[in-house]
């Protein structure tokens, strides 16, 4: 007897005839047959409930000659317990290690067919011609292969999360930025004096079709990286599981994961952007906020020494670059500014600012502080006195997020108006040409008296009309 027959003799020595598995606390009936206890017991249970068929209590058929054993003459048989216990670890040839065709242990593997063979098929002419090396070898080799292939599908999965994480709080941000602008649309229809229900509802539809085609965009992007991240998941486990597996069971079982894994295709997808199209605009707002209208002009006393402001009715200069003279203590030293004349400690006022901007540096409108510091550098934010927008053409100068930092618009509007509202301690930005709400400053009160602000970026960076006085800085 062969070392392959003898070893297939053990496994059956040493299976359960109930359960098909090896033995598990075996025992021994009357009748010289072996089963595991459990199953054996199990076994005369199911026997017990059928009616008719017992006539002597206690007393049960062998399942393999049904001769009749008593239940409690049950002996453990603990030569076959050592004989499962060997065949356990020791469990020999199995019939997928052995040629199906000449019936020899695979030894070999074919490179050209990408199988394992036995050494009768080596001399085969089928096989005579090609690359064959020993299975050990190739084992090694697809185990390195193996290695590289689950590092890199690890590398891919760690890059689908990533880009699920980037989705996921795409999707919160322009969740949050829809928020805000629904929340800004409602309270500028309040602000009108007659509420224009139909085209509330207009804006708000677009808003909310917007909102659900951004996100059902980013749901779908998020749903694909979710499939893609699944298939890498799947895959990798297929490739771990191979990997951990008999070296011929993984070389038979290795051809379809890597085929799956060479046809892969991952997909990236292009980060989808959220700017909001849809613009919060008030039929009429602004010709209602027009009866509250100021004739706003710079004070040419508080001007930045090369500020110029020309003032066209009266063909004059309001002021002249510094001739050596002792500056004013209310005059702006640290950046090409100015403030109206007039300070505003109550009601509603609403003023228009042209701009022609020709370069990329920061320009800025609002209100102030009646004693912000003029002498000094600081940033231009409510904390520091200033309720202001910053205008720039193109995205060089867009300042990083921040709770300090003055809003930016990079498309700036040719004519900018701009409504205080003291009592309610708001200052609205609006387009004058267009009618559309820019951004609203709030705050429970404002901390002392406001006044037109006026900021303007460097030389040649253009010009800024308030009423009739035309403002640039001088090169």
């Not at 070296?247 to 060479?262: A, F, G, T, V």
């Not at 605009?281 to 020309?310: C, H, M, W």
């Not at 040719?414 to 709030?442: K, P, R």
Request: glycine share 4%; proline share 7%; net charge positive.
């Amino acid at each position: 007897m062969d070392a392959v027959e003898l070893s297939r003799k053990l496994q059956e020595e040493a299976t359960c005839s109930i359960c098909l598995d090896y033995f598990t606390d075996p025992v021994m009936t009357t009748c010289g047959h072996n089963f595991c206890r459990e199953c054996i017991r199990m076994t005369w249970e199911k026997a017990k409930g059928k009616k008719g068929r017992r006539k002597h209590r206690g007393v049960f058929p062998c399942p393999e000659c049904r001769e009749l054993s008593p239940q409690r003459n049950l002996r453990p048989n603990r030569l076959l317990t050592k004989v499962a216990e060997m065949a356990r670890q020791h469990p020999g040839f199995q019939s997928q290690d052995l040629c199906q065709v000449h019936q020899e242990v695979l030894k070999l593997f074919c490179k050209d067919d990408q199988s394992p063979i036995c050494v009768v098929c080596r001399e085969s002419q089928e096989h005579r011609t090609h690359r064959v090396v020993p299975v050990e070898e190739a084992v090694q080799e697809h185990k390195l292969k193996l290695e590289g292939d689950m590092r890199h599908l690890q590398e891919e999965m760690m890059k689908t999360q990533k880009l699920q994480i980037r989705e996921q709080q795409t999707l919160a941000e322009w969740q949050e930025k829809v928020k805000k602008r629904r929340w800004r649309i409602m309270m500028e229809f309040k602000k009108m004096a007659v509420l224009l229900v139909e085209e509330k509802q207009h804006l708000l539809q677009a808003l909310r079709q917007e909102e659900e085609d951004i996100a059902a965009r980013l749901l779908e992007s998020m749903a694909a990286l979710e499939q893609q991240s699944c298939s890498l998941k799947t895959l990798l486990l297929r490739l771990e599981d191979c990997s951990k597996r008999e070296p011929l069971q993984m070389l038979q079982d290795i051809k379809e994961p890597l085929d799956r894994k060479n046809s892969l295709s991952v997909q990236y997808p292009e980060a989808i952007p959220i700017a909001l199209r849809t613009i919060c605009r008030v039929p009429g707002q602004i010709e209602v906020l027009k009866s509250f209208q100021e004739n706003v002009v710079p004070d040419p006393a508080t001007a930045y020494p090369y500020l110029l402001l020309y003032e066209s009715r009266q063909r004059r200069y309001l002021s002249t670059p510094p001739d050596g003279t002792p500056c004013s203590k209310d005059r702006f030293l640290a950046y090409p500014c100015a403030v109206g004349h007039q300070t505003f400690s109550s009601g509603r006022h609403y003023w228009e600012v042209g701009m022609n901007l020709t370069g990329d540096a920061l320009w800025a409108l609002g209100v102030c502080r009646d004693n912000v510091s003029r002498k000094n550098r600081v940033l231009k934010s409510p904390e520091n006195g200033f309720w202001v927008v910053q205008l720039c053409k193109g995205k060089k100068y867009v300042p990083p997020v921040s709770t300090l930092t003055p809003i930016t618009l990079t498309e700036p509007p040719s004519h900018m108006g701009i409504f205080l509202d003291f009592e309610a301690g708001e200052v609205s930005f609006y387009n004058a040409s267009g009618g559309s709400h820019l951004h609203t400053y709030a705050q429970p009160a404002f901390p002392g008296p406001l006044q037109p602000f006026f900021c303007l970026g460097a030389p040649k960076s253009g010009q800024m009309v308030i009423s009739t006085v035309t403002l640039w800085v001088k090169g």
